[in-house]
Structures are given as C-alpha cells and as structure tokens.
C-alpha cells in the first residue's frame, strides 16, 4: 500500500500538473471533491475518510482545509504544498470562475466568487501558505513545498516520494494558454 500523499495547496496552484506527475508513479488520484455540495462543511470530514480509503493521492479542494484532521488520522503520510504568485493566482481565479459561485469556494473564502472579492481571495490564500509552513517547520520530511511556475518539478517531487526521476519533462497540464486555445478550438468547431 503506498503511503498517502496530500496536496494541499489552493486550486490554480498547479493542481493539475502535479495529479498527472502522481498518476505516473501509479498513485490513484482524487480531486477536486464536493465542490457542489451545499453541506459541504459538514459533510467534509466524512466523506475525505471515505475517500482516503479508496485513492492514495489528493489534490484540489478540499483537501487543503482539512490537512491538519488529515495527519492527525493519516500518520506517516506525505503533503505537498503547492505555491504560486499571489497576484498570478489572483487573476488566474477571476479568469477561470469571474463570478460564477460554487458551495465550496463560499466555504473557503466566505463568499463564493473571487471577482469582487479579490482581497478576501489573496488574503485567505496567504494565510493558508503560512499556516502550513508553521504547521509542518519541524517536520521537512513531512512535507514538501513546490512552485511549479518557477521551475519545481521532478527533483524536487521524486525524493519526497522516495522513487527514481523520469526522464521525461515535467507535466504542466492546464497552462492557461494551452486552455484557452483549447476553449478556441472548441468554439470553432460549434460553429460548423
């Protein structure tokens, strides 16, 4: 059985990336989770037990809310912090979900759509980045802290979870870019 990796950093952080970067070292990856879950505060805490029975990874929400219930029933497991810019990640949010709202972000920030609320967003975040960094100063084993926008990647990932560096590059999966050209593609062939 592998050991149980969390990532807990905030969605827009590279998320993504680093559940496709698992998935090749064969880790059953989960995530996002509940997002649409009117009770989801509630239900949180049973439904992640129930998860973790089932996966071995965890990335997006709402998996960086609950780390510290999580390493208090999960001994031995394995967390990734995943950082990002505070004002990249700001304008990722509003690009991504503008004022769309979700039971999850509300949740989270308190108010579920980040355009608008955009000092709450950055404040939450950053609060988030420092609490876990207290939380985990004594324990380096315990958790790793990436930012795949300034180059973190397989050198830092492969000793953490104690397996050999691919020699592949590393993945970066829903780059803005690469989705809005996806996102033009798909618009395009609507039209015909």
């Known amino acids: ?59 997006d929400n709402p998996w960086p809310i609950i780390y510290k219930e999580l390493d208090a029933k999960y001994h031995g497991s394995k967390f990734i912090l995943l950082l990002r810019d505070s004002e990249s990640w700001i304008n990722s949010q509003v690009k991504h979900f503008g004022r769309s709202e979700t039971p999850m972000r509300k949740w989270i920030y308190g108010v579920g759509c980040p355009k608008g609320n955009e000092d709450i967003y950055v404040k939450r975040f950053e609060n988030h980045n420092n609490e876990v960094k207290r939380y985990f100063q004594n324990r380096p084993r315990d958790l790793l802290i990436l930012d795949l926008a300034k180059g973190s990647g397989w050198e830092e990932l492969c000793p953490f979870l104690g397996v050999d560096i691919p020699n592949t590059p590393f993945p970066h999966v829903n780059k803005a870019g690469a989705r809005e050209r996806r996102q033009d593609r798909m618009s395009w062939r609507k039209k015909i």
């Open 1 to 59: 059985m592998k050991t149980k990796v969390f990532c807990i950093g905030f969605h827009k952080t590279g998320t993504t990336s680093i559940a496709v970067a698992l998935k090749r070292f064969g880790y059953r990856v989960t995530g996002p989770n509940g997002v649409d879950d009117p009770n989801i505060g509630s239900n949180v805490l049973d439904m992640a037990y129930s998860l973790v029975e089932q996966y071995d990874a965890f990335q």
